[in-house]
Structure formats: structure tokens, C-alpha cells
T-cell receptor, first 111, second 113 residues
Framework: GEDVEQSLFLSVREGDSSVINCTYT??????LYWYKQEPGAGLQLLTY?????DMKQDQRLTVLLNKKDKHLSLRIADTQTGDSAIYFC???????????FGAGTRLFVKA | EPEVTQTPSHQVTQMGQEVILRCVPI?????FYWYRQILGQKVEFLVS????????KSEIFDDQFSVERPDGSNFTLKIRSTKLEDSAMYFC???????????FGDGTRLSIL
């Protein structure tokens, strides 16, 4: 079945770039997403990329998609302490009626 | 910016009782979803709903669960006879179309005693 894998933790210094990586199994996914979850809060859609794109940039966020390797990454430039959260990689199921989530990467930003 | 709202934010219920979790999706969205996240675990898909019927459901969504859109704005998840293992954060989501990005509410934390 579909699966999404991510590393569990990432620690960076404030001002550095963060790169969160993800691999997925469903090669026919049309959309891939990054969600952010702060403590006690819901899932905030950060950005998404359509599967026919290689890259998408949105202010400090850059998403890279390697379809051949089924690898997705999220780069956060100039990481701030407010970026500390759990980041979920997710893919739209082929049928489009559900989203498959990774386990989430907990980003720690040290001042 | 329009958002998905969920009530209550925290629900405490005795095991065996029925519970109804409520959601108001974004007004022009047509697809509605429920997910759950057991503490420390992945966000898991429960059910999707479109055109007043279930589009897809997971193996978690057994006969104890039901969904309803009782009017033009609310979308509810009912658990008929709660079990301890139903304790989790339940998220409602909605989207304009099936494969477009789903927007999530802040969740209802369900605690079964």
C-alpha cells in the first residue's frame, strides 16, 4: 500500500537553512504536500507541489520533487525559532479521496 | 482566510458512551474528511465524504463510526460506543475538489475514560 517515510528529528541553528526529506511509494500521486503542526494545534498546509513540477518556491520555502527517486524535500531558508514544529510530508492518494501522511519530522531551532 | 472549525476542542467521555464530534468545513468546499492522530503516532485517514455519501473509508472506520452532513454547514463524526483506544485527536478537513489540498481544523481531543 501507499507509504510515506520521513526522518523523525532535525536540529538547526537559527538563521541556517533546514532541509526536511521525505520518500513516498505511490508513483501515481498527483499532489504532494507539506503540513506544519505546532504543539496543540491542527495541521497547517504550508505548501504543495503538483507531480509534473520539479520545484516550487514560496518565500522562504522551497519544495524539490524527484519523481524518479520518489523523493520530496522541504527547504526552509533563514530558519527562525518560530519554525520549530512538526512537519508532515503527505501525498494525495491516486483516487483523490484521502491523504497519506508521514510520521512527521520534529524540527528544533536553536537560538 | 476561511478556515475549518471544530467543536469541542476537548471531549471527555466514559467508555461505552456515544460521542459526536462537530465540524464546519470551508463554505465552498465539496469534499469532507475525518482523520485521527493517536498521541505520538501518524495522522490516519478515517473517511471521506462527497455528495452526501461516503467516498472512501479505512479499516479503522468500522460499524461504530458514522458521518453525517445534517445541514448545509455541519459535518459530524459519531462514535456509537466508545472504547479506550478511540482516545486520540480527531481532525476534520475539507477541500474544493478530490485531489486538491485539504484544509484542516485544529482538532478535537477525545479522551475516553
Amino acid at each position: 500500500g501507499e507509504d510515506v517515510e520521513q526522518s523523525l528529528f532535525l536540529s538547526v541553528r537559527e538563521g541556517d537553512s533546514s532541509v526536511i526529506n521525505c520518500t513516498y511509494t505511490d508513483s501515481s500521486s498527483t499532489y504532494l504536500y507539506w503540513y506544519k503542526q505546532e504543539p496543540g494545534a491542527g495541521l497547517q498546509l504550508l505548501t504543495y507541489i503538483f507531480s509534473n513540477m520539479d520545484m516550487k518556491q514560496d518565500q522562504r520555502l522551497t519544495v524539490l520533487l524527484n519523481k524518479k527517486d520518489k523523493h520530496l524535500s522541504l527547504r526552509i531558508a533563514d530558519t527562525q525559532t518560530g519554525d520549530s514544529a512538526i512537519y508532515f510530508c503527505a501525498e494525495a492518494d491516486t483516487g483523490g479521496f484521502k491523504t497519506i501522511f508521514g510520521a512527521g519530522t520534529r524540527l528544533f531551532v536553536k537560538a | 482566510e476561511p478556515e475549518v472549525t471544530q467543536t469541542p476542542s476537548h471531549q471527555v467521555t466514559q467508555m461505552g458512551q456515544e460521542v459526536i464530534l462537530r465540524c464546519v468545513p470551508i463554505s465552498n468546499h465539496l469534499y469532507f474528511y475525518w482523520y485521527r492522530q493517536i498521541l505520538g503516532q501518524k495522522v490516519e485517514f478515517l473517511v471521506s465524504f462527497y455528495n452526501n455519501e461516503i467516498s472512501e473509508k479505512s479499516e479503522i472506520f468500522d460499524d461504530q463510526f458514522s458521518v453525517e452532513r445534517p445541514d448545509g454547514s455541519n459535518f459530524t463524526l459519531k462514535i456509537r460506543s466508545t472504547k479506550l483506544e478511540d482516545s486520540a485527536m480527531y481532525f476534520c478537513a475539507s477541500s474544493e475538489a478530490g485531489q486538491l489540498a485539504q484544509h484542516f481544523g485544529d482538532g478535537t481531543r477525545l479522551s475516553i475514560l
